[in-house]
C-alpha cells in the first residue's frame, strides 16, 4: 500500500500563487503514474495534472495547462503542484494519487492509492 499526504493549501487571492506537495510512502516501487485531482463541492472529481514516475511525461487539463507545473523529486518520493496565476475556479480540495499500469491517466476511479486532500481557496 502507498501513503500519501498532501499539504502546502491555502488561502490566496486571484493571481497569485501555491505549491502542493504530495509525500508518498510505503510501497511505492509498483507506482506508474501520480496525478492531481480536485474536487469543488456539488461536483465530480477533476483531473489536474498526472506526471508518469518512470520518465516524467506529464499531461495536464486543458484549463490549468500554461498555468500549473506538476514535478517529482524521485528521491524524496514526492510529487508537487506549482500553481500559478490562480483563478477563483481552482477553488477546490486538491488530491493526490498514485496509478498503476493500466489506468487512464484523466479518470479518477483508475487511481488506486488516494491522499486526504488539501484546501485551495482563491479569493477574487
Known amino acids: 500500500q502507498v501513503q500519501l499526504v498532501e499539504s502546502g493549501g491555502g488561502l490566496v487571492q486571484a493571481g497569485g500563487s501555491l505549491r502542493l506537495s504530495c509525500a508518498a510512502s510505503?510501497?511505492?516501487?509498483?507506482?506508474?503514474?501520480m496525478g492531481w485531482f480536485r474536487q469543488a463541492p456539488g461536483k465530480e472529481r477533476e483531473f489536474v495534472a498526472a506526471?508518469?514516475?518512470?520518465?516524467?511525461?506529464?499531461l495536464y487539463a486543458g484549463s490549468t495547462k500554461g498555468r500549473f507545473t506538476i514535478s517529482r523529486d524521485n528521491a524524496k518520493n514526492t510529487v508537487y503542484l506549482q500553481m500559478n496565476n490562480l483563478k477563483s475556479e481552482d477553488t477546490a480540495v486538491y488530491y493526490c494519487?498514485?496509478?498503476?499500469?493500466?489506468?487512464?491517466?484523466?479518470?479518477?476511479?483508475?487511481?488506486?492509492?488516494w491522499g486526504q486532500g488539501t484546501q485551495v481557496t482563491v479569493s477574487s
Open positions: 494519487a498514485t496509478a498503476r499500469s493500466g489506468s487512464t491517466w484523466r479518470v479518477p476511479t483508475t487511481y488506486g492509492n
Open positions: 510505503g510501497r511505492t516501487f509498483s507506482n506508474y503514474a
Open positions: 506526471i508518469r514516475w518512470s520518465d516524467g511525461t506529464t
